[in-house]
């Protein structure tokens, strides 16, 4: 039981490159979340699912798209990287709704100059 | 104005001490609370969830005032493994979570 994996785990891009972080999940939850960590600004949402088939903006979408491929996946697509975007990307799932606990994943380090 | 507020610390304490940290949410509306450890380059990690009565895990006791729109997380008897970041998390309905910055806790031995 893996519980919520990332990959990859560190990413250098250049100013204008596109790509895609990947999370899986294998405890079968609903919800799924993407967020961004940065110095002095705590974890901010970036998008979530409240389940499979469903995407939703968080807190701070521009630039991102996601795509909830299945129940148990849930990509982030940076289209064109810009240096504000040099972060810790984190994917966390649940079973859904304000009450439940959220698993994080381990993270993935983007920089991108 | 934030949606969550934390005191980022650092907080250095002796092993055996009790350390008190607080977070102050803005909405009236919100409606569940947890606090989260977080310690240095890895995931967030649920510490506890918070009831309006009030709840206790061991060591760690956690209180909301909602009059005040304010949480507590009290750490009795402090170890060196409590030594991390501890996160205010605040939802106020739905799949939207706020995280507060993070209280920076070291204890020394």
């Known amino acids: 039981n893996a519980g919520v994996t990332q990959t990859p785990k560190f990413q250098v891009l250049k100013t204008g490159q596109s790509m895609t972080l990947q999370c899986a999940q294998d405890?079968?939850?609903?919800?799924m979340y993407w967020y961004r960590q940065d110095p002095g600004m705590g974890l901010r949402l970036i998008y979530y699912?409240?389940?499979?088939?469903?995407?939703d903006k968080g807190e701070v979408p521009n630039g991102y798209n996601v795509s909830r491929l299945n129940k148990r996946e849930f990509s982030l697509r940076l289209e064109s990287a810009a240096p504000s975007q040099t972060s810790v990307y984190f994917c966390?799932?649940?079973?859904?709704?304000?009450?439940?606990?959220?698993?994080f994943g381990p993270g993935t380090r983007l920089t991108v100059t | 104005r934030k949606e969550v507020e934390q005191d980022p610390g650092p907080f250095n304490v002796p092993e055996g001490a009790t350390v008190a940290f607080n977070c102050t949410y803005s909405?009236?509306?919100?409606?569940?609370f947890f606090w989260y450890r977080q310690d240095c380059r890895k995931e967030p990690k649920l510490l506890m969830s918070?009831?309006?009565s009030g709840n206790e895990d061991g060591r760690f006791t956690a209180q909301l005032n909602r009059a005040s729109q304010y949480i507590s997380l009290l750490i009795r008897d402090s170890k060196l493994s409590d030594s991390a970041t501890y996160l205010c998390?605040?939802?106020?309905?739905?799949?939207?979570?706020?995280f507060g910055t993070g209280t920076s806790l070291t204890v020394i031995p």
């Open positions: 918070v009831y309006s």
């Open positions: 699912s409240a389940s499979e088939g469903t995407t």
């Open positions: 405890m079968n939850h609903n919800s």
């Open positions: 998390v605040v939802n106020r309905g739905g799949n939207q979570f706020y």
């Open positions: 966390a799932s649940s079973e859904g709704g304000q009450l439940y606990e959220q698993y």
């Open positions: 909405n009236s509306a919100s409606q569940s």
